[in-house]
């Protein structure tokens, strides 16, 4: 080696510069050891009213999943995580739930329950469970007997006393404080019975647990148990934000006002009046969640087998989200936080920067070893396509799938459904029944992203046989279903085969990335792992089609291979790609297989 000494802005700094012998040798192939089951997954969630009816109610069900689990298997799935399947009034679609440990009886049975985990379980596919523990049911026995103060129950919700009748109206009682429920009005609800105000950030039938009380806290203990021991795989962890609010112990005696936004266009009864100081990302709730963790290892150190997961939802600022991971002192919590950054924070507006400085964000405050995962959809917000543009969807799909880390799919992902659209009359959704009316609901309607799943083109898209569906059908099932992208030579659902079957690659599982932006419009993914093949994404999001050099794109060696591309581009699957300069149509994802680093 031969010692230079170069001045670089007045700082003298040592350079070693090794002698290249005549003979390069190649790298050495990188010892990897085999990887967790979840950690590099493809994650699927299956709204279960909206995804099979079996039974021809108009509403999805078990057995109906149990009938479609070939399509987990044949999409690449490795584990599905189903929303709330447990007895329900079904105010919030099963977010409020009446009994934890009983199947809703418009899903089935415990047999059926027990039958899809088998069946799951025998193709290879892991199974988790919603757990909602921030709420249940009025309708449950726990509310019930808190109500009528049962011993061992009189705690078990957020109860307080009112400091006294409204001044304008004797008749009403004046609640606790101004906190305002995620689904609008006041947080607090009057019970005649108690003589009492009970907290509920959700709907007014979902009153919230109260985290201070450790036989609530053994419950949620129990409930998990329960399902484990059934054979759940792990859980998604529902709502965790909200799980704790102010105690009124640091506040002499009283729950304290959250401040006010200022934002003079909502009223006292609407979300966005109040900051949510005391009523959101308390730092108290991260220590449930340490502590489910720990019950979480422990039980599968009691039970060997595969590991069993908690993947938690919340949505946070990055620093309280990533404290989901776990603390700098050591503490770990879910296995992953969702990543909502592709819902909350990109849209048809974002640029190429965008999408790169979003992406590079959460693997920039993602603690050391966590493990990254991309969320593109949910049954809270309205679907991708739609949201972004029709043409993104291979790209978005093909960004989902080439990130490091877990991919997440929204069922209908697969095949780009849109959202459908639900009049006023047929909307359904709490949210939007409480916070909208006939000219606003739009705004606030979840039922658009929930109708439900396009099997095929016939009757009710092969969802349900009945004569009516519990939120109609969306119109373009006849074009977007998922036996005819089946069939089309090209469709996202073949785009989508593709890419799940791309993530077998070591280089996907294992390799290094690289994300930048070439231009507004365009973006580079690099993934490389010596010895192994480097795989590059080139999306251009933007509206209008864009030419980039190829030069500026590290690591990729020409000439490389198309190994898939979005369904509108005129470069197929094995076209070969060398030149200074490629043009890529707006929304045009190209995938190329490139020789190793
Ligand atoms: C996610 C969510 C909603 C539900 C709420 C309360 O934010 O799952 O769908 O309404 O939590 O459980
Ligand atoms: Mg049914």
Redesign the pocket.
């Given at each position: 080696a031969v010692a230079a000494l170069a001045v670089v802005g007045g700082i003298a700094i040592g350079i070693t510069f090794a002698v290249l012998s005549t003979q390069t040798t190649a790298p050495a192939p990188p010892e990897l050891l085999p990887l967790d089951w979840w950690k590099h997954c493809v994650l699927y969630q299956i709204y279960p009213r909206s995804f099979k009816d079996s039974d021809g109610d108009g509403i999805g069900d078990l057995k109906g999943i149990i009938s479609e689990l070939e399509h987990f298997v044949n999409a690449g799935v490795d584990a599905i995580w189903m929303?709330p399947i447990f007895e329900s009034p079904m105010v919030?679609f099963g977010?409020d739930i009446s009994n934890f440990y009983k199947i809703h009886y418009e899903y089935g049975t415990m047999e059926d329950f027990e039958e899809l985990l088998k069946k799951a379980h025998e193709l290879g596919i892991k199974v988790l469970l919603?757990f909602?523990p921030?709420?249940a049911s009025t309708e449950s026995e726990y509310f019930i007997n808190s109500e009528k103060r049962v011993p061992g129950y009189e705690d078990y919700f957020v109860w307080a006393d009112s400091p006294g009748p409204d001044p304008n109206n004797a008749s009403v009682m004046r609640p606790p404080s101004n906190w305002v429920s995620?689904f609008g009005g006041s947080a607090w609800e009057w019970s005649e019975a108690r003589q009492q105000f009970y907290l509920h950030q959700?709907a007014i039938e979902?009153a919230d647990f109260n985290f201070r009380n450790p036989v609530v806290r053994q419950e949620m203990f129990n409930i998990m148990q329960f399902w484990l021991d059934k054979g759940a795989d792990g859980f998604r962890v529902?709502?965790l934000p909200y799980l704790m609010e102010a105690n009124p112990a640091d506040h002499n005696g009283s729950y304290p006002d959250d401040p006010l936004s200022g934002i003079n266009h909502f009223e006292s009864h609407q979300l966005g009046y109040t900051i949510p100081l005391y009523t959101k990302d308390l730092i108290e709730l991260y220590d449930i969640v340490y502590e489910w963790r720990e019950f979480v290892d422990k039980y599968l150190e009691d039970n060997p087998g595969d590991t069993r997961v908690l993947f938690s939802?919340g949505?946070a600022n990055v620093t309280m989200t990533m404290l989901y991971y776990g603390n700098e002192e050591g503490a770990v919590g879910a296995h992953f936080p969702f990543n909502f950054d592709f819902i909350t924070d990109l849209s048809a507006k974002s640029n190429a920067r965008d999408f790169v400085y979003i992406i590079l964000r959460w693997l920039t405050y993602m603690p050391h070893g966590g493990v990254p995962n991309w969320v593109f959809g949910n049954?809270?917000n309205n679907r991708m396509p739609t949201r972004f543009r029709h043409n993104m969807v291979d790209g978005l799909n093909s960004l989902n799938m080439l990130l490091p880390g877990v991919a997440v799919t929204y069922q209908g992902e697969e095949i780009g459904m849109r959202d459908g659209y639900v009049s006023w009359e047929d909307t359904v959704d709490v949210?939007a029944c409480n916070r909208g009316d006939e000219d606003t609901y739009q705004l606030y309607s979840?039922d658009p992203a929930r109708t439900p799943y396009h099997w095929n083109n016939g009757t009710n898209a092969g969802f349900s046989t009945g004569e009516k569906t519990w939120l109609p059908v969306a119109d373009d099932f006849t074009e977007i279903n998922l036996a005819k992208q089946k069939e089309d030579v090209r469709s996202h659902y073949k785009v989508y085969q593709a890419l799940t079957a791309l993530r077998k690659e070591k280089t996907l599982a294992y390799g290094e990335y690289d994300i930048r932006a070439l231009s507004d419009s365009t973006q580079y993914l690099v993934r490389t792992l010596p010895t192994h093949r480097t795989y590059v994404l080139l999306f251009n999001v933007a509206d209008t089609a864009d030419t980039v050099r190829m030069d500026r794109v590290p690591h990729l060696k020409l000439p490389a291979t198309v190994y898939v591309s979005s369904v509108h581009s005129n470069r197929l699957a094995g076209t070969t790609i060398d030149g200074e300069e490629v043009t890529l149509q707006a929304g045009e994802a190209l995938v190329l297989r490139s020789d190793p680093v």
């Open positions: 929303s919030d977010y919603d909602v921030n709420h995620q959700f979902q529902d709502a939802e949505y049954h809270d949210e979840r």
